[in-house]
């Protein structure tokens, strides 16, 4: 009989593939991940990290951990989607964080993304990385970064009077057969627009209507919220001409997902009015803040959110690879 061979040590330290990993050894770090969120951003990530244990003891996970003196010091994974790859999520614990580790994990996930031949655009929107100015990147001669705004507002304190409305409106709870509705509204409403650039998802209904369903069933904006999602219609055509989407991130603090008009209608007030709606309804469902994230490029949103009571509490870049 062949003698049976152990898997080689770590080294002090360096990246490994992510499936040489079991749940267990990673489950302090997730731990720390979601500390981190809860403390920083009142973001309960624990469903999320749930998924990923899961996938870890599958063995099915796209991705890479850095190892450090044998543990686990820093994870990064990624999925394909067609012809574009998604880096879904990159932690290193607070204590060892650093624009090197981070960017070898970084590395690894492009160079293993790039080699399909499928792919031909990544894009990533990790809320933990480090954001020094002029942070230099992997792969940087096809990298684009946006920066991009974490805001949120104590609902006690947000300003929700009702404004003018200039268009003749109607506004009704969010219901799944306004899915091509909101999906046409979407893809209007981004098209030529800096976000189009970060999510190409914004740039086609088709896309769009992936976007809605990806909000709707899966965690990773938290638990989709029906009693605070709205649509506006255009009272004379009957068309829907705006949305504003909300989730639960945690049992007391929500989270707008989406908020969007329509070219025709932008200026009249109605995006106001359904971001109010939407934060009214948070409040009245027991939540005592509210968060979003916005393009800071998008100065006219970031005004709107600032009139409502929304701060900037952290900064975070889209970063986008193409033409590789």
């Not at 990533?124 to 990385?129: E, F, R, V």
Request: charged share 25%.
């Amino acid at each position: 009989m062949a003698a049976r061979l152990n898997p080689a040590p770590y080294r002090p330290s360096e990246v490994v593939d992510l499936r040489r990993l079991t749940a267990p050894e990673l489950d302090p770090l997730l731990e720390e991940e979601v500390a981190e969120w809860r403390g920083e951003l009142e973001w309960d990530f624990r469903k999320s990290a749930e998924l990923v244990r899961r996938f870890v003891d599958l063995r099915a996970l796209n991705g890479a951990a850095w190892v450090e003196e044998g543990g686990v010091a820093g994870y990064a994974y990624y999925v394909l989607e067609e012809n574009k790859g998604l880096i879904g999520d990159l932690y290193v614990r607070r204590a060892l964080r650093t624009v090197e580790r981070e960017n070898a994990l970084l590395d690894w996930a492009l160079e293993a993304i790039m080699a399909s031949p499928a792919v031909g655009r990544i894009e990533s929107q990790i809320m933990m990385l480090r954001t020094e100015r002029r942070r230099p990147l992997p792969q940087a001669a096809y990298a684009t970064a946006y920066e991009r705004n974490f805001m949120r507002v104590e609902l006690p304190h947000a300003d929700l009077r009702v404004g003018r409305v200039r268009r003749l409106s109607y506004v009704e709870n969010w219901s799944d057969h306004y899915h091509d509705g909101a999906a046409q509204v979407i893809a209007a409403a981004y098209a030529g627009h800096i976000d189009s650039r970060i999510n190409d998802q914004y740039r086609t209904a088709s896309g769009a209507r992936r976007f809605l369903h990806n909000i709707v069933q899966y965690p990773g904006c938290g638990t989709f919220s029906r009693a605070a999602s709205f649509a506006a219609f255009d009272a004379v055509s009957g068309r829907l001409c705006g949305l504003s989407l909300a989730s639960l991130v945690a049992p007391e603090c929500g989270h707008i997902t989406q908020i969007c008009v329509a070219p025709p209608v932008r200026g009249t007030g109605i995006g106001h009015e359904l971001l109010r709606q939407s934060l009214t309804a948070l409040r009245n469902i027991g939540c005592r803040s509210a968060s979003l994230t916005v393009t800071a490029a998008n100065e006219d949103a970031v005004k709107l959110y600032e009139r409502v009571g929304f701060r900037t509490i952290r900064r975070f870049s889209a970063l986008v690879w193409e033409g590789f």
